[in-house]
């Protein structure tokens, strides 16, 4: 059973609830110019109808404009500069003029400066619950806890150790900076091109780049595919918990509560006992039994009375 989620404040739908701007806004960062497809997916999506949903869009673009501080000099757009006008295009251009190697090379590197670390999403995992009691678990087969574990572990650069950033992080790549010489002569020369001093680039496209060969669709907007995190977890640059998916799958995601565990706790002479595991409905057939595709939450449910009671006494402390 999912929770279900209210969207709207209003009975005409026209006003968000918390909850529903906090989706419309993780939808517009991931795709703030839909199509009509788009656009009509993400009315279902939030429970409304395309014209309403086509109504905050336009919104929300005329207040980020009229919100940009005005510039004194004015900006002259070179020939080069429109071509490539908008940052993402920018960013996929330049990754896709990589080759495979000097990918490799950049994530690599990216990784090591920002000293990534094991990091679990403790949102994603029911608060009336142990954690690492979870992780100690045995099962019937190879899912046990410390499958789980793993599976559920993300890379995080150091600085979101405590606290995660609000959107995905970007790396800033400057000419004349201090890359290794084989990619900071790439991005002098991209730069010259564009006329440009600097430019951003979403930090999971560039896994997603050396890591996935399908990263090329990217590029081609009139597909609406979208790098997304089966983990939901800003910053993450896990290759594993990176997919390229369609936007209304990417999505959806948001919502889904990830892979069902059926438990059986320990006490003090044995460790607890996954019963059974079944992947989210995101999972696809022949991988891994669904689960590599699975959304990195869990939703845990607790066999017999005695562990039931257990569960209870923990959330009333
Ligand atoms: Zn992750
Ligand atoms: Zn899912």
Not at 163 to 177: D, I
Not at 285 to 310: A, W
């Amino acid at each position: 059973m999912e929770e279900k989620i209210i969207y709207w404040a209003n009975t005409a739908k026209t006003k968000f609830t918390s909850d529903g701007l906090i989706t419309f806004n993780r939808i517009f960062k991931n795709n703030p110019t839909p199509t009509d497809e788009d656009l009509s997916n993400i009315a279902k999506e939030l429970e409304s109808d395309t014209k309403t949903i086509r109504e905050k869009f336009r919104r929300r673009h005329r207040h980020l404009k009229t919100r940009k501080t005005p510039t004194k000099k004015k900006v002259v757009i070179t020939k080069a500069e429109k071509n490539i006008n908008d940052d993402k295009q920018r960013s996929t251009t330049f990754l896709k003029n990589l080759n495979n190697r000097e990918a490799k090379l950049f994530m690599n590197y990216m990784i090591n400066e920002d000293k990534c670390i094991d990091y679990i999403n403790n949102h994603h995992v029911p608060k009336s619950i142990n954690i690492n009691d979870i992780w100690k678990m045995t099962s019937d087969d190879h899912r046990n806890g410390e499958y789980f574990s793993k599976w559920m572990r993300c890379l995080l650069p150091k600085e979101y150790e405590t606290s995660l950033p609000p959107h995905n992080p970007r790396l800033s790549l400057n000419k004349n900076g201090t890359m290794p010489s084989k990619l900071q002569d790439k991005i002098n020369s991209f730069c010259r091109k564009q006329t440009i001093a600097h430019f951003n680039i979403l930090k999971h496209h560039i896994v997603l780049r050396a890591t996935d060969p399908s990263f090329t669709n990217l590029t081609n907007r009139k597909n609406a595919k979208t790098g997304s995190h089966l983990c939901d977890t800003n910053g993450c640059v896990l290759s594993e918990h990176l997919v390229i998916e369609n936007f209304d799958i990417n999505l959806s995601r948001t919502r889904c509560q990830g892979v069902t565990l059926l438990v059986r706790l320990g006490n003090e002479t044995s460790v607890g006992r996954i019963i059974q595991a079944a992947a989210c409905r995101h999972g696809i057939i022949n991988d891994d039994g669904g689960f590599k595709n699975s959304c990195r939450k869990l939703k845990i449910y607790v066999q017999d009375e005695t562990s039931i009671n257990y569960c209870k006494s923990l959330l009333k402390k």
